[in-house]
């Protein structure tokens, strides 16, 4: 049966706000108990900072802390800012690890100090060590609240440690078995644990087939072997095998969101970004779209000189002129659909770099279908509507067949040669295929004029 915690309704801010404003705070206080933490993180945020303070203050302990490690960055930020130093000790003493290693590395300056002045020797050495391993790297988003057993404990130990140690631990469901130079040895399930006897050893109900990731290992990979797998947490070792600490499925959801905004950010022809939109300024926003901007603009020149090269050719035949847009905006829209297909086929796994004939040749076969249906189209509109001559509609049908063909083995190859010179796929996206296919089209459209019309 669901918890009794979890059977809320939809938050009614309307009469929160109410008793808010009638001062009645003890309804307010037994109100706001009945709601999930993420939605009273929505209902705070959109407080004032005095009104915040007071119904964070009136929050049980649990959920106090569930609600502020839900904030948003600039959120905890003024909360910390106007909390006592009593209230500051309680947040850093009873966040987890890795919440407070990700409010330390988003925090100003004055923050830090205020939050750091309350953390003891020992975990400010810590706190230090994980600051110095790579950014998104699993070092980075891994945590130290774990339950770690011995080999040689039994089932009753091993239940007590749990008792003892678990109320502090982000996950008590799997186990990690370690020796006592901490190498890890395997994982236990606490199904495992409570439905055997009290005197069977750990060592013989252990799974020693533990697969694991180390502490510089890319976020890119952890996101990986969590979907592969299916894993709800993930161990992390360092270089001899020694574990350090896990990354559980919350954490990598944040960094698959993040990674695919930068996927969708790239792709679009922009500098990635993990701030939020309404929360940049427009300077900020301006400085991350220019560069792309700039560089398709230039490359774009190259379409440009293209057609001056050709300049003659397109005065003799002024027809030619109308099928352009056509034609690019074709070749364009061809190589688009491909490289998405491929880049969402590298993100998930589906395609590696190893497979680059098998799409080569893929491509190739749906490029043929595509254009012969699409050019047969394009020569009957050109006879029945443009009512062109019949030379003129063969050159813009067979270009499209040409066009089509190339736009698509670019669209399909270029992602898997980003890959394999470990650039990030997304940048042979829409605007940069675009760009590329423009050029060859026109090259393509304006070779054929000339050849086939004898220009």
Not at 372 to 393: A, E, L, N, Q, R
Not at 439 to 449: P, T, W
Request: net charge negative; glycine share 4%.
């Amino acid at each position: 049966m669901m918890d009794e915690k979890f059977e809320r309704h939809e938050i009614d801010m309307d009469l929160l706000n109410k008793y808010l404003e009638d001062k009645d705070y003890l309804k307010l206080k037994n109100q706001i108990q009945k709601y999930n933490p993420v939605d009273i993180t929505d209902y705070i945020e959109s407080l004032d900072l005095k009104s915040a303070m007071l119904v964070f203050r009136l929050l049980n302990k649990d959920d106090s802390i569930d609600v502020f490690s839900h904030m948003e960055k600039d959120h905890q930020t003024r909360l910390l800012e106007a909390f006592s130093d009593k209230e500051v000790k309680f947040i850093v003493d009873e966040l987890y690890f890795d919440d407070m290693i990700d409010l330390i590395e988003e925090m100003p300056a004055g923050i830090v100090k205020k939050v750091l002045r309350h953390t003891d020797k020992s975990e400010r050495n810590l706190i230090n060590q994980f600051l110095n391993y790579p950014e998104d790297s699993a070092g980075s988003l891994m945590t130290i609240e774990y339950i770690e057993l011995r080999s040689y404990y039994t089932v009753r130990k091993a239940l007590e440690v749990i008792k003892k140690t678990g109320v502090d631990k982000q996950t008590v469901y799997t186990c990690f078995v370690t020796n006592e130079k901490k190498t890890l040895l395997g994982f236990i399930s606490l199904r495992t644990i409570v439905t055997n006897e009290p005197e069977t050893l750990i060592e013989d109900l252990m799974d020693e087939d533990v697969i694991y990731v180390h502490t510089d290992d890319d976020q890119e990979t952890v996101a990986d072997v969590f979907k592969k797998y299916g894993f709800v947490v993930l161990p992390v070792v360092d270089n001899e095998k020694r574990l350090t600490g896990i990354i559980t499925v919350d954490d990598i959801m944040e960094v698959m969101e993040q990674e695919a905004t930068e996927d969708f950010q790239i792709m679009a022809g922009m500098s990635p970004d993990e701030d939020e939109y309404l929360d940049q300024s427009v300077f900020n926003l301006a400085k991350k779209r220019i560069a792309w901007l700039l560089i398709l603009m230039i490359s774009a020149t190259f379409t440009g000189s293209i057609m001056t090269h050709y300049e003659s050719l397109l005065g003799q035949a002024i027809i030619l002129t109308a099928f352009i847009p056509m034609i690019m905006d074709t070749g364009g829209n061809s190589g688009s659909q491909s490289s998405t297909l491929i880049i969402r086929g590298l993100a998930t796994g589906e395609i590696s770099t190893t497979d680059w004939l098998k799409v080569f040749f893929k491509e190739f076969r749906v490029a043929l279908i595509v254009s012969v249906v699409m050019s047969i189209v394009c020569f009957i509109k050109t006879m029945i509507i443009d009512k062109v001559s019949v030379p003129v509609g063969l050159v813009v049908s067979l270009t499209l067949i040409f066009t089509i063909v190339t736009a698509k083995l670019i669209g399909g190859m270029l992602p898997i040669i980003a890959k394999k010179l470990k650039l990030d796929p997304a940048i042979m996206a829409g605007p940069l295929i675009t760009t590329i296919v423009d050029a060859l089209s026109l090259l393509i459209y304006f070779e054929m004029a000339h050849v086939a019309l004898g220009l």
